[in-house]
């Protein structure tokens, strides 16, 4: 009896050892997956979070849920993910800001953004729009204007310290000289909905979560800031063509895998994304948002990691300049 017991143990070791790596991606995944948005819900990094969420569930056949965990910039939620087991069922959805910005400004974090992870792909760019309260002058003359006479009155919202709609708004208020209060919130989401009932005044925030207030004459968008005009925002010009060249940021939001995650399952998560991005419903939904998804070039997780390391040197150089710090 205990010799049968035997061999029945040595055959299932020996067939645990001969599972080749390809059968280990054919079984993931094999239960459901959570991509941490380190902003509050119905801001930029959470809409492009659920679009991409809900092409997972369908062609990795899993569940995908998102789970929210806001605080300090996207810091909060991005230390959890590179906390995370390494298998694959946590991924977080890394905004430019929080992935690129972080090293400078929370240069003391116990996780990094580039060394804690493994890039997977790039979701989807959307350009920052400045949005101002729909009772403020609609040109951007007059509204630098009202901003520099309404000094000591007038509140600039955004996602925290070291969010883009932080630095965009910060980089955008010098060259207008003007010094607002910055008010910083979990994400652009609750920003915007004070924006609404009076509390802040203007806000730069992606176009991706701006686009239903601007359509909905709710906010007003003054400018956007991409290198061409965005043909989701008709007549709305570009921040050059508004007087400030030099101030673009066209964001980009990207999944990231905890470091060490195996290659065959980051690469089975990367053509998920193309397949996603690439479904007729997903470019719908992006480009009634003005974002885009990722040209051929961007689309491998090596394209990611290049252009974040890259967006690490240029965004820590324009912080620095700027003088951007927590406190
Ligand atoms: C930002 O960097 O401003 C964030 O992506 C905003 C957000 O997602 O709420």
């Not at 645990?16 to 995944?29: G, N």
């Not at 789970?67 to 906390?83: I, L, Q, S, V």
């Not at 951007?140 to 310290?161: L, R, Y």
């Not at 007729?280 to 992006?286: I, K, L, N, Q, T």
Request: with cysteine; charged share 15%; aromatic share 6%.
């Amino acid at each position: 009896m205990i010799h049968r017991f035997m061999i029945g143990l040595v055959t299932s070791a020996a067939i645990a050892c001969s599972i080749s790596p390809q059968a280990h991606a054919q079984a993931y995944p094999n239960k459901p997956i959570t991509i941490i948005v380190p902003f509050a819900a119905g801001g930029p990094t959470d809409i492009v979070a659920r679009v991409i969420a809900e092409r997972f569930t369908s062609s990795l056949g899993e569940r995908v849920i998102v789970e929210n965990a806001p605080g300090a910039a996207g810091t909060t939620g991005m230390t959890r993910a590179a906390r995370a087991p390494a298998d694959g069922y946590t991924l977080l959805m890394g905004p430019m800001s929080t992935m690129s910005f972080s090293p400078t400004i929370y240069p003391n974090l116990p996780v990094h953004a580039i060394k804690s992870f493994d890039p997977v792909g790039i979701v989807a760019s959307a350009p920052i729009v400045l949005v101002v309260q729909k009772g403020l002058p609609g040109t951007m003359k007059d509204f630098v204007a009202h901003v520099k006479a309404n000094a000591g009155k007038m509140q600039n919202g955004n996602a925290g310290i070291g969010s883009t709609s932080h630095l965009a708004c910060v980089l955008l208020n010098s060259r207008f000289g003007v010094k607002p209060a910055i008010v910083p919130y979990k994400g652009t989401a609750p920003a915007m909905q004070d924006m609404l009932t009076g509390q802040v005044h203007y806000l730069c925030d992606q176009s991706t979560s701006v686009m239903g207030q601007v359509k909905a004459g709710a906010v007003r968008a003054l400018a956007v800031l991409a290198p061409e005009p965005s043909p989701a925002l008709p007549g709305v010009p570009t921040i050059a063509k508004a007087g400030y060249p030099g101030a673009e940021m066209v964001v980009w939001n990207a999944l990231f895998a905890p470091k060490g995650t195996p290659a065959d399952i980051i690469k089975q998560l990367n053509a998920a994304i193309a397949k996603g991005v690439d479904d007729g419903a997903s470019r719908e939904r992006f480009a009634s948002l003005g974002a885009e998804a990722p040209s051929a070039d961007l689309r491998s997780p090596q394209a990611l990691g290049k252009l974040h390391a890259a967006d690490v040197e240029k965004w820590g150089k324009i912080i620095r300049e700027a003088g951007v710090k927590i406190n």
